[in-house]
């Protein structure tokens, strides 16, 4: 399945820097760089040094013109990232260095790497599985705390482990299921079905688990999409941006490299929140089905926290005609009632607005967005809704709509076949959803793959990776 | 002169890439390294292991928390960069990770390094010359094959060398200079004035061709300055947009790493133009003391080639008055008359204006700027005059304002030296001069420098080298 080329690619970040990498992968990585190096102490050949050692020397074109002085780093198959040769180049970091020494190395024989070609070597070379292979495009992209720890999990192997193993015990129950249908009418039994009955309802408990922790995997690989509704006035911007302002030093850091705008992200104790539709609404007409309104339950809708926010200053009718609008809206979110302007509300309003507040069974924050106070309890209601969210730290996440949708597909079959050994089955039916049930359990590690499958996840890999 | 600080630093370029490189040197790197590093192989430690090695494990929080999967390469003093300890940490390419490594190497002793301190500090421990440290930063910034070659030859130590020798054999001569002087009323003469004066001549013969060659240094740097001077309606925006557009795809990738705007930027076989001033002239008017023409003569003082735009088409009248306004203005340029539209124009005025180019002594160049017509030979002579106006291929270029202003004050002292020898100048004076000149060389190589000097080089470095 890999083709014989040695391919090379720019693998740090495009652009000028101090330093800059170039990685060479193949059967000829060492031939190749032997063409163009020339190492510091003569009569040294890169092909009689040991893996793991670094050299320094000169890259030199074909007529022995210098273009830089660069430290070489050898690794031999298959003690190395791809599993193959490889040979990394450490230059200056001027684009024209960079491009003249990738010129280079194409010129002796190497082609330009594809996205992610790298990791798919990897993979195909048995270095990781497939899930890991995409953890480390996760990895890479992680921009957050939370979506960081995330991507290594898997990338160390989070899922596959488990999975491998527990779909190795299901392969061996279809070989003795299919084993008894080679017996045909002699009603041979030599799969014990109890035993079967148990590894299924094993792996339904994980595949569960792990389909239902999709939600936040993919919330906290994207951002927990958070809604602020509330009336125009009520000083909706002016929280935003002091949220936003809090953290911009590090939103500013990742921009342009996560997402294309950078106005509605943050980041707090390492969870990324994003901020959906934050344009304001109105309540004010008379009709409940306004657009206003309906406007304000679509962003609930998308949103897993919501934060519904009063202005203390208003007359209270207005107020509590907005809240009979959301209340029913709220249920399976984490919501909380936000009353803002207690700086310049009246003692009375302040207490009505509470007790309606507290009425919702929801937590009610009294800030002042103009004036800074309390915005940490306002931080503290994002974080521990985050990890309410969550769930145990130390359950593995799914953040992969590839696996996502494979497990699901798996969980069909799963449930078939238990429904199925409930009513005794035959042979031949259980067969079919077993193979089926591993099937999807095989794409998500790769032990099942196609070109066009990996095609697909390596694409969106950066190069270089 | 060091301080004894462990420095670290993101070296590759800023930015999510594939891999990123953190560089960490000095005393303590091993140690610091040690405290997050978690080899693969249990019980490893990088103290034991040899130089020019690379070590594949996991960098782990305090708490033991993995931060990412990372190859250390080892480098031990002497033999690196710096001349100190050097640990290169690479590490999955985001942002992330990047901050996370840098932050726990900062919790663990290290200091954040300034820009360019890891070259200081290879200048400092004798590991290059302070004029090869600036090609460093020159290096990086090289965004045109001639620049490159100029920044490379002189990182390699190209005017080190003979300077640091003649250097040399003039502080020789000082001395004995000087200890004549000890010798006060006995008149003798242990420094021989013949070869002195012999050294001062090939002293200044190199200053003087190293000061003249940094007009074309200065301009290879930061590309060689282009005006093309003519009438609004000549066609020369036509022409620019031409020409850039052939070599836009190459601009653009330097684009924002060495200029603001990239417009007026364009690279011909490896050498870098620059338009200067693109804007109209009208030289319509009849007072030569005309807005337009002072804007031209300005245009081509800033340039040193000239492209005297014609329009082929329009009344020989103006043209040649536009041409009288010009002439004498081109002398020390390198011109050529380029009249354009032929495709449009007719004969008598074609043969008529090309006699009147012909006349100026300049090459005239028939070009049709709408029909892409010998623009091919229009850029022939922008590369041949640039070779013209660089000299040898093969000599030192000047680029570095500094050096030039170095060598500007030490050619005074040496022609105030041989004039002194010519006259028979007392010792005191003649010694005088020569440790004039001694300081204006050091100053160059570094030999002798000041905290503000290296201050002022360094901070226009960037960060992680």
């Keep these: 399945m890999i083709d014989q080329n040695t391919i090379c690619a720019i693998s740090t970040s495009p652009g000028k ?17 032997e063409k163009i190096f020339k190492p510091l102490k003569k009569g040294k050949t890169l092909k009689s040094e040991k893996s793991n050692t670094t050299h320094y020397g000169g890259i030199v074109d074909k007529n022995g013109n210098l273009i830089d002085d660069v430290i070489i780093a050898l690794f031999h198959a298959p003690h190395s990232y791809t599993g193959e040769n490889i040979i990394e180049i450490t230059c200056h970091g001027s684009q024209f260095i960079q491009q003249s020494i990738l010129q280079l190395l194409v010129n002796c024989g190497a082609r330009l790497a594809r996205p992610g070609e790298f990791t798919q070597r990897a993979f195909l070379n048995g270095k990781m599985d497939l899930s890991q292979a995409e953890a480390v495009a996760d990895l890479i992209a992680a921009s957050s705390k939370a979506a960081h720890t995330v991507a290594l999990k898997q990338m160390k192997g989070g899922i596959s482990d488990e999975i491998i193993s527990l779909r190795k015990k299901l392969l061996d129950f279809t070989s003795l299921v299919e084993l008894e249908l080679d017996f045909g009418e002699e009603d041979v039994e030599f799969a014990d079905r109890d035993a079967l009955n148990k590894l299924i309802s094993t792996i339904l408990q994980l595949v569960t688990r792990l389909t239902d922790s999709f939600l936040y995997g993919n919330a906290i690989k994207n951002g927990i999409p958070v809604a602020i509704v509330g009336d125009t006035n009520v000083g909706k911007s002016t929280l ?3 949220l936003l302002q809090e953290d911009r030093a590090i939103v500013s850091e990742i921009a342009g490299t996560t997402r294309d705008t950078i106005e509605d992200v943050m980041i707090i104790d390492g969870i990324q929140f994003r901020f959906i539709d934050t ?4 309540a004010t007409t008379d009709t409940i089905e306004s657009i206003g309104i309906k406007r304000a339950y679509k962003k609930i809708e998308q949103a897993d926290i919501v934060l519904v926010m009063l202005d203390a200053s208003v007359q209270l009718n207005e107020t509590i005609k907005f ?3 959301l209340s029913g809206h709220l249920t399976d979110k984490f919501a909380a009632i936000v009353i803002n302007k207690i700086d310049i509300a009246d003692k009375k309003t302040l207490n ?10 929801f937590p ?8 800074q106070r309390n915005i940490d309890e306002l931080n503290q209601f994002l974080v521990s809704s985050a990890h309410k969210f969550q769930g145990s730290d130390s359950d593995v996440v799914l953040t992969n709509l590839r696996h996502y949708e494979a497990f699901l597909k798996a969980r069909e079959a799963l449930l078939r076949i238990r429904d199925g050994l409930q009513n005794n089955i035959s042979g031949d039916f259980l067969s079919q959803d077993i193979r089926e049930c591993l099937h999807y359990l095989g794409e998500i590690t790769g032990e099942i793959s ?16």
């Design 352 to 361: 009505e607005l509470t007790e309606l507040g507290n009425s919702t069974g």
């Design 364 to 371: 009610t924050l009294l800030i002042s967005a103009g004036k």
């Design 450 to 465: 196609t070109d066009e499958v990996l095609g697909n996840i390596f694409k969106n890999f950066c190069i270089g990776k």
């Design 17 to 33: 820097g101090a330093v800059a990498m170039i990685r060479l992968s193949g059967n000829e990585a060492i031939p190749i760089a």
């Design 240 to 242: 935003l941006n002091l």
């Design 279 to 282: 344009a304001g609404i109105r």
């Design 323 to 325: 809240m009979t609008y």
